[in-house]
């Protein structure tokens, strides 16, 4: 891979981008930055924010870069709903595809998002606050709802850059 790109809502998924190109030594590079910087076909990683199982940025990274493997960032605190992203991104079982919490914010969002996550905060919050015996990661949902906040760690990213350096093993 030669580069990191990203694209990235309230800032979680830039703050990814720069941990992992800093722990893979490699450039990162926003979207619309990297199309005008990388060639067409340039091998990435490709990183993007979550709404609605959509990973944003995806379909366009895609058209013009040879994606290797994709973080999806989002609110959960595990990724259990992976293959429901693969599938509904279309991404092929050739890219290594990870999930990465990141975080939650009402007061960075604008427009249709803002408008979309308060009415997910008032049905899916409302249930969780009401549910008695919540799961650890629900709890955690709900207080990302609640109270907002960033889930960004290095950690989280062991897997991918686990990844990343069989890939590198195995093409020496």
């Known amino acids: 891979m030669q580069a ?5 809502n309230t800032g979680n998924t830039e703050k990814y981008a720069i941990l992992l190109g800093k722990e ?3 450039p990162v590079y926003s979207l619309k930055d990297a199309k005008k910087v990388l060639e067409k076909d340039t091998p990435i990683i490709y990183l993007g924010w979550i709404m609605a199982s959509g990973i944003k940025g995806y379909t366009e990274a895609n058209k013009r870069f040879e994606i290797r493997m994709v973080c999806a960032v989002g609110m959960a605190s595990d990724g259990t709903q992976i293959e429901e992203i693969r599938n509904k991104n279309d991404i092929p079982e050739s890219i290594a595809l990870f999930y990465l919490q990141g975080g939650f914010y009402m007061d960075k969002l604008k427009g249709i998002n803002k408008l979309m996550m308060n009415m997910m905060v008032k049905t899916v919050g409302k249930e969780l606050l009401e549910k008695k015996d919540r799961t650890p990661e629900e709890e ?9 906040g960033d889930r960004v760690n290095i950690n989280n990213l062991s ?10 093993i195995n093409q020496n």
């Open 4 to 8: 990191i790109v990203y694209t990235s």
């Open 24 to 26: 893979l030594d490699l």
């Open 140 to 148: 955690d949902m709900l207080d990302l709802m609640i109270n907002g």
């Open 159 to 168: 897997s991918p850059i686990k990844w990343y350096k069989k890939q590198a």
